[in-house]
């Protein structure tokens, strides 16, 4: 009986905690659905004194909004947005909500003729709602979209939709990529790239270029993407993450040219200008499996530290296994890792250029034998490197010798070689260029800050209309005094 008269009492607890956490969910969601309408509506404000003042920078700040916004939004919100801007009449509003599946019904608007709509705004729109088609995987959709928003964007042209248009030329190409039709849209972005030039849409060109650089990537067209980079040239005020991609690409394409050197250089200008964060991981992987790829065809040992980043270390298992064959020049191990992670680099393109470190295994060999050993007969050699004759170990031997690589003699009627003493280990100039390297990138580091810095507009004009009313009350005063209508006793007052 006992339990039987606390069950009632138990019950309406229970469903008020319900009811409250029913209204607690509903009034999150309705303050969410606010903040995100309120922070649209701030970026339309935004844009438009973009327009007004013509500067970037408020295009910027509603950009960065761009991943908050995104993981907030929802078809409602943004339905809501568009009819509130638009119009319920307008065929602008009509057209998003067809493609968000919302009907513009029903919305409570007090507009009842179109708009004066701004086109950084409707473009901005248009953004959004294939960003968000993106998110719910509405491939073709989005696709469609896109196409109509790059047809208007060729119509427009207007200082203030750089980067705007940037963006959409950017998620116009991810559609495509993600529904293998990336081929379709190469004339197009040629045609874009030569337009955005035309008119210094410096984003745009920028976007643009790297856009046709992975479609040639894709497609494994590198001879036209040296090209493409021959002919044009990236703009110094596109933005830092454009200019990181460049640089990737231009290290692809010195890498599979043997040009390592420059591969290198261009690979550590990528690292350095990526934003080190969690958001770009991926790209970081990419960028480091070549990096350490082209080190090792150079003849260095990337440092130890690159792969025990949280970031880095899963991915760059396969790399450290074909780095330490080639650190100890055991060339059994790099057949070893090159069969067991085949369809890896394969998958990430590396494939052809790991086959060339073979050579580089077999030097290094030669390197720590010659420094271990005075003298070493050739088929020592051969059952150390594994070669497979010793007349394969005779002409490695020979070439490592005439390359520099070993300080050695080789005897062929004896059949060994014999290392020289080492006099003197610190003879190189490797210091000196090192030091020169790390100058020269703080300079040119120090020149694009000052590139970079930013002024108030018009400030001068301030200065010099203070210089000319002080100028012009200098000349009031030397005139008065020539006329003589100064008093010097009144002049003085109560002194």
Same mark, same amino acid.
């Given at each position: 009986?006992?339990?039987?008269?606390?069950?009632?009492?138990?019950?309406?607890?229970?469903?008020?905690?319900?009811?409250?956490?029913?209204?607690?969910?509903?009034?999150?969601?309705?303050?969410?659905?606010?903040?995100? !309408?309120?922070?649209?509506?701030?970026?339309?404000?935004? @844009?438009?004194? +973009?327009?007004?003042? &013509?500067?970037?920078?408020?295009?910027?700040?509603?950009?960065?909004?761009? $991943?908050? !916004?995104?993981?907030?939004?929802?078809?409602?919100?943004?339905?809501?947005?568009?009819?509130?801007?638009?119009? %319920?009449?307008?065929?602008?509003?009509?057209?998003?909500?067809?493609?968000?599946?919302?009907?513009? %019904?029903?919305?409570? *608007?007090?507009?009842?003729?179109?708009?004066?709509?701004?086109?950084?705004?409707?473009?901005?729109?248009?953004?959004?709602?294939?960003?968000? #088609?993106?998110?719910?995987?509405?491939?073709?959709?989005?696709?469609?979209?896109?196409?109509?928003?790059?047809?208007?964007? *060729?119509?427009?042209?207007?200082?203030?939709?750089?980067?705007?248009?940037?963006?959409?030329?950017?998620?116009?190409?991810?559609?495509?990529?993600?529904?293998?039709? #990336?081929?379709?849209?190469?004339?197009?972005?040629?045609?874009?790239?030569?337009?955005?030039?035309?008119?210094?849409?410096?984003?745009?060109?920028?976007?643009?270029?790297?856009? @046709?650089?992975?479609?040639?990537?894709?497609?494994? /067209?590198?001879?036209?993407?040296?090209?493409?980079?021959?002919?044009?040239? =990236?703009?110094?005020?596109?933005?830092?993450?454009?200019?990181?991609?460049?640089?990737?690409?231009?290290?692809?394409?010195?890498?599979?040219?043997?040009?390592?050197?420059?591969?290198?250089?261009?690979?550590?200008? +990528?690292?350095?200008?990526? $934003?080190?964060?969690?958001? %770009?991981?991926?790209?970081?992987?990419?960028?480091?499996?070549?990096?350490?790829?082209?080190? #090792?065809?150079?003849?260095?040992?990337?440092?130890?530290? &690159? =792969?025990?980043?949280?970031? /880095?270390?899963?991915?760059? *298992?396969?790399?450290?296994?074909?780095?330490?064959?080639?650190?100890?020049?055991? /060339?059994?191990?790099?057949?070893?890792?090159?069969?067991?992670?085949?369809?890896?680099?394969?998958?990430?393109?590396?494939?052809?250029? !790991? @086959?060339?470190?073979?050579?580089? *295994?077999?030097?290094?060999? &030669?390197?720590?034998?010659?420094?271990?050993?005075?003298?070493?007969?050739?088929?020592?050699?051969?059952?150390?490197?594994?070669?497979?004759?010793?007349?394969?170990?005779?002409? &490695?031997?020979?070439?490592?010798?005439?390359?520099?690589?070993?300080?050695?003699?080789?005897?062929?009627?004896?059949?060994?070689?014999?290392?020289?003493?080492?006099?003197?280990?610190?003879?190189?100039?490797? $210091?000196?260029?090192?030091?020169?390297?790390?100058?020269?990138?703080?300079?040119?580091?120090?020149?694009?800050?000052?590139?970079?810095?930013?002024?108030?507009?018009? +400030?001068?004009?301030?200065?010099?209309?203070?210089?000319?009313?002080?100028?012009?009350?200098?000349?009031?005063?030397?005139?008065?005094?020539?006329?003589?209508?100064?008093?010097?006793?009144?002049?003085?007052?109560?002194?």
């Amino acid at each position: 009986m006992a339990a039987e008269s606390k069950q009632p009492k138990n019950e309406p607890e229970a469903m008020d905690i319900e009811e409250d956490e029913e209204t607690k969910q509903l009034r999150l969601e309705k303050e969410t659905t606010a903040s995100v !309408i309120a922070e649209l509506k701030r970026n339309f404000t935004l @844009l438009e004194r +973009a327009v007004e003042t &013509i500067e970037s920078r408020f295009t910027t700040r509603v950009l960065r909004t761009l $991943p908050s !916004i995104r993981r907030r939004l929802t078809s409602s919100i943004l339905s809501q947005v568009i009819s509130e801007y638009y119009g %319920t009449d307008a065929s602008q509003a009509s057209e998003l909500l067809n493609y968000l599946g919302e009907s513009d %019904t029903g919305m409570d *608007v007090d507009s009842t003729k179109d708009k004066n709509i701004l086109p950084e705004v409707d473009m901005y729109l248009h953004l959004m709602t294939m960003i968000y #088609l993106l998110d719910q995987n509405e491939l073709q959709k989005g696709m469609e979209l896109a196409g109509k928003s790059v047809e208007k964007l *060729v119509k427009l042209n207007r200082r203030t939709m750089d980067q705007l248009a940037a963006r959409i030329y950017f998620y116009h190409a991810r559609f495509y990529e993600l529904t293998d039709r #990336l081929a379709e849209i190469r004339p197009m972005q040629l045609t874009s790239l030569r337009t955005a030039t035309l008119r210094r849409d410096d984003e745009t060109q920028a976007t643009l270029l790297n856009l @046709l650089l992975r479609n040639y990537f894709v497609h494994n /067209l590198y001879d036209q993407a040296d090209k493409l980079v021959s002919k044009s040239a =990236f703009p110094e005020n596109a933005g830092n993450n454009q200019a990181a991609r460049y640089a990737y690409y231009l290290g692809r394409i010195k890498a599979l040219q043997l040009a390592y050197t420059q591969a290198h250089t261009y690979l550590t200008q +990528a690292i350095r200008k990526a $934003p080190q964060n969690n958001v %770009t991981a991926g790209f970081q992987q990419t960028v480091y499996k070549f990096f350490i790829v082209v080190q #090792l065809l150079l003849g260095e040992i990337p440092e130890r530290s &690159i =792969f025990r980043q949280p970031i /880095l270390k899963k991915a760059l *298992v396969p790399y450290l296994y074909i780095t330490q064959a080639v650190r100890v020049g055991d /060339l059994n191990k790099f057949q070893e890792g090159l069969a067991q992670f085949d369809s890896v680099f394969k998958k990430d393109k590396t494939y052809t250029l !790991i @086959l060339r470190l073979r050579h580089n *295994v077999i030097k290094t060999g &030669i390197r720590m034998i010659s420094l271990s050993y005075s003298k070493i007969s050739l088929r020592d050699i051969c059952l150390k490197l594994h070669l497979d004759s010793e007349e394969d170990a005779e002409f &490695i031997v020979s070439k490592a010798i005439r390359d520099g690589v070993i300080d050695a003699t080789l005897d062929h009627n004896g059949g060994f070689m014999k290392s020289k003493e080492i006099v003197d280990i610190y003879s190189t100039n490797e $210091p000196q260029h090192a030091f020169n390297n790390r100058i020269t990138f703080c300079l040119n580091l120090h020149n694009d800050a000052v590139k970079a810095m930013r002024f108030p507009l018009d +400030a001068h004009r301030k200065e010099l209309a203070n210089a000319e009313a002080a100028r012009e009350r200098e000349r009031e005063l030397a005139q008065e005094i020539a006329e003589g209508d100064m008093d010097d006793e009144g002049d003085l007052g109560e002194y």
